[in-house]
């Protein structure tokens, strides 16, 4: 079975500033990696996922991630932040193939701070 | 295109009631989801439907809880009789149904914040 843990529960950060949100995950299979952003009120939003090939993904929003197979990681990040990525965001797994279930972090909430 | 729908947005239920909740799916999306978040926990899945087959309900937490989709359209997600720890926010997902073992993005809706007092 799969699992991912988000390290950081909250990550306040002033606007302008760089932000990295931190996802680790556990798999003995192949998988795929996604990043959704929860909005106030709002469904869950695909941020960007890895699938295979380059291992730094672009995402909506100006968001990147790069996934780190030895060390089992996908971490997210943005080199200026606005007030408006004031939101929670999953890290997520599930298995490679068809569609499957996704499995998915606590969430990190992160406030950007005027 | 209208994304993922729920119904209700909210509801406030007394411990032993029973509740329904509603899923519309995008239109043409054969695989639909069910997932819960327990307040300040992980989104945890429950189960997943491709058409109106319950492909896996490995992820639902008891028998109180009742999942169907009749037609292959909506979803009903019923829990009957509604405990305390049933409260959270139940999301529905959908995604197109893939050839080949393709990946498909799941579209989420905006969630059902149950409160069971």
């Known amino acids: 079975a799969q699992s991912v843990t988000q390290l950081d529960s909250q990550v306040p950060v002033f606007e302008e500033a760089p932000v990295e949100l931190r996802c680790n995950y556990s798999s003995s299979v192949s998988v795929y990696l996604f990043w959704y952003v929860q909005y106030p009120n709002q469904g869950l939003q695909l941020l960007l996922k890895y699938l295979s090939g380059s291992t730094l993904v672009k995402g909506i929003n100006g968001f990147e991630a790069e996934f780190n197979k030895s060390q089992t990681s996908f971490h997210l990040r943005k080199p200026s932040v606005h007030i408006s990525d004031t939101a929670e965001y999953f890290c997520a797994v599930t298995l490679s193939g068809s569609a499957r279930q996704l499995t998915f972090g606590s969430g990190t909430q992160l406030t950007v701070l005027p | 295109e209208a994304g993922v729908t729920q119904f209700p947005s909210h509801s406030v239920i007394e411990k032993g009631q029973t509740v329904t909740l509603r899923c519309d799916p995008i239109?043409?999306?054969?695989?639909l989801y069910w997932y819960r978040r327990v307040m300040g926990k992980e989104i945890k899945f429950l189960l997943h439907?491709?058409?109106?087959?319950?492909?896996?309900e490995s992820g639902m937490p008891n028998n109180r809880f009742l999942a169907e989709r009749t037609g292959g359209t909506y979803s009903t997600l019923k829990v009957q009789p509604a405990e305390l720890e049933d409260s959270g926010v139940y999301f529905c997902a959908s995604s197109q149904l893939a050839s080949g073992g393709a990946f498909d993005e799941q579209f989420f809706g905006p969630g059902t914040r149950l409160t069971v007092l």
């Open positions: 439907f491709v058409k109106e087959s319950k492909q896996d």
């Open positions: 239109s043409g999306h054969d695989n």
